[in-house]
């Protein structure tokens, strides 16, 4: 099983630009996250989902959009990037009813 | 919303000493994770807590989950170099699917 896994590993933009990060996970659970973190502030949810055709907001969703059409894939969208937007981005799954997370190795995004 | 306190943000440690990181919500969780996450890398699940009051050991690590299931500790004895890295603790509230994470606790070991 590759696990969780992440592309691009690192990514610069202008501001204005839009990307998608990719997210798939070969482990056939149904809850998928992104996360981002900023240095000093751990790791603070984006979006979610626990299941395909279902999405959720978490704690910072502005500016981001998710979609979940399988089960193994998850990508978030930038629409029009930002400065404030680089961070290092962290994709995360889990089977439900299970608590631990499985991590992906991130993307670490620069926004210029 | 839910807010995950950890304390201390940095800890500087002389190899073989023992040091502890606190974790603290804002609200009642229903269980608490540790992740510990190495320079470069992504976060890798330690350990959960779901009862009041348990304590679990993994090796030198000592893991604790409060009475009032609001707070929790990490002790580690004997600090190794392998134990540099971030120690992240993650609060599930009784809703269930959302994970808040507090900020680290970032360990540097001094040989």
């Known amino acids: 099983n590759a696990g969780v896994t992440q592309t691009p590993k690192f990514q610069v933009l202008k501001t204005g630009q839009s990307m998608t990060l990719q997210c798939a996970q070969d482990m056939n659970h149904e809850y998928m996250s992104w996360y981002r973190q900023d240095p000093g502030m751990g790791l603070r949810l984006i979006h979610y989902?626990?299941?395909?055709?279902?999405?959720d907001q978490g704690e910072v969703p502005n500016g981001y959009n998710v979609s979940r059409s399988t089960t193994e894939d998850f990508p978030l969208r930038l629409l029009s990037a930002a400065p404030s937007q680089t961070s290092v981005y962290f994709c995360?799954?889990?089977?439900?009813?299970?608590?631990?997370?499985?991590f992906g190795p991130g993307t670490r995004l620069t926004v210029l | 919303g839910q807010q995950v306190m950890q304390i201390p943000q940095y800890q500087h440690v002389q190899e073989g000493e023992d040091f502890t990181t606190y974790c603290n919500s804002s609200t009642t969780l229903s269980n608490i994770q540790w992740y510990k996450q190495r320079p470069g890398g992504h976060p890798v699940f330690l350990i959960q807590l779901v009862k009041s009051g348990e304590v679990k050991k993994q090796k030198r690590l000592t893991f604790q989950f409060g009475e009032a299931k609001k707070n929790s500790s990490l002790h580690i004895t004997a600090t190794q170099t392998t134990d540099v890295g971030t120690y992240f603790c993650a609060g599930q509230g009784a809703a269930g699917n959302k994970l808040t994470f507090g900020g680290g606790t970032r360990v540097l070991v001094k040989p």
């Open positions: 989902s626990v299941g395909a055709g279902i999405t």
């Open positions: 995360a799954s889990r089977r439900l009813g299970y608590n631990e997370q499985f």
